[in-house]
């Protein structure tokens, strides 16, 4: 199947703040509730063993409002596995992201681009179900970037691009959305409203989804990206037992 690069609208500028908010919201709740991130956790701790230093900075590229960042940092924090997370972004997250970080984590203000990131952030950098919106030639650019700047990167997207994937996002994402929506907090009578009354919530978040699952690089898409580049890379499926299966890729400086 044939990569397509068509828009999503959490994309488009046009887009009222609210519902990128509410899909954002929706999003976050999921990744949470189902534990999406469990499969990729052996894959974030090599990306950190690789900085070989006592309490590792992991530079998130793309953060948006954190996606399963946090949960990542708590389920290798109980295995002994603690780092400090910077979250950057091209265009700054909202302020509610800042009341997340701390001790733990911080939040950059300033624009960051994924294939310019500052010399003086440096540590493992990853991308968490972001990559698939970049062109193929800025995704090259961003794995260029790491190498250049002699820094592991890791590359993890939850879509796939499947008859199986999509046929999810058409006829079970719609669901989920309806069944959930009532659970996401905080509270909202206009997050009820675009869910049931007037639906636009659960055919953008479907919409979106299918788009991600046309827009992801499978590990053969990531193979012609990485050729030539200079480094180690790794590309493949990181699954759990329950299914859930993440398109990955690891790269290290040779």
């Given amino acids: 199947m044939k990569r397509r690069q068509l828009f999503e609208f959490l994309d488009l500028p046009s887009i009222p703040a609210l519902f990128k908010a509410f899909e954002t919201d929706y999003l976050l709740f999921v990744s949470q509730k189902l534990r999406l991130h469990r499969p990729i956790v052996p894959y974030v701790k090599r990306l950190l063993?690789?900085?070989?230093?006592?309490?590792?900075?992991?530079?998130?590229?793309?953060?948006?409002?954190?996606g399963p960042a946090f949960d990542l940092q708590k389920e290798l924090a109980q295995d002994g596995t603690h780092f400090h997370l910077f979250f950057t972004d091209l265009q700054p997250v909202p302020a509610h992201m800042r009341s997340a970080t701390g001790e733990d984590a911080t939040y950059c203000d300033e624009p960051v681009a994924a294939d310019r990131v500052p010399a003086h952030l440096?540590?493992?950098?990853?991308?968490?179900?972001?990559?698939?919106?970049?062109?193929?030639?800025e995704a090259r650019r961003v794995l260029e970037a790491a190498m250049r700047d002699?820094?592991?990167?890791?590359?993890?997207?939850?879509?796939?691009?499947?008859?199986?994937?999509?046929?999810?996002m058409i006829l079970i994402v719609p669901l989920l959305?309806?069944?959930?929506?009532?659970?996401?907090?905080?509270?909202?009578?206009?997050?009820?409203?675009?869910?049931?009354?007037?639906?636009v919530m659960p055919l953008m978040i479907a919409w979106d989804g299918f788009v991600s699952c046309l827009r992801t690089y499978m590990p053969e898409d990531l193979d012609a990206l990485t050729d030539g580049l200079p480094g180690r890379w790794e590309k493949g499926f990181a699954s759990d037992e329950r299914g859930v299966r993440w398109v990955y890729c690891l790269g290290w400086p040779a």
């Fill in 49 to 66: 063993e690789k900085s070989h230093a006592a309490r590792p900075c992991l530079i998130d590229l793309g953060s948006g409002s954190g």
């Fill in 122 to 137: 440096k540590g493992p950098r990853t991308m968490l179900n972001v990559f698939h919106h970049l062109r193929p030639e």
């Fill in 150 to 168: 002699g820094q592991p990167i890791g590359i993890f997207e939850a879509n796939e691009r499947s008859v199986k994937s999509l046929l999810a």
């Fill in 177 to 199: 959305v309806v069944f959930m929506t009532p659970m996401i907090r905080p509270f909202s009578v206009r997050r009820l409203l675009f869910t049931y009354i007037v639906p």
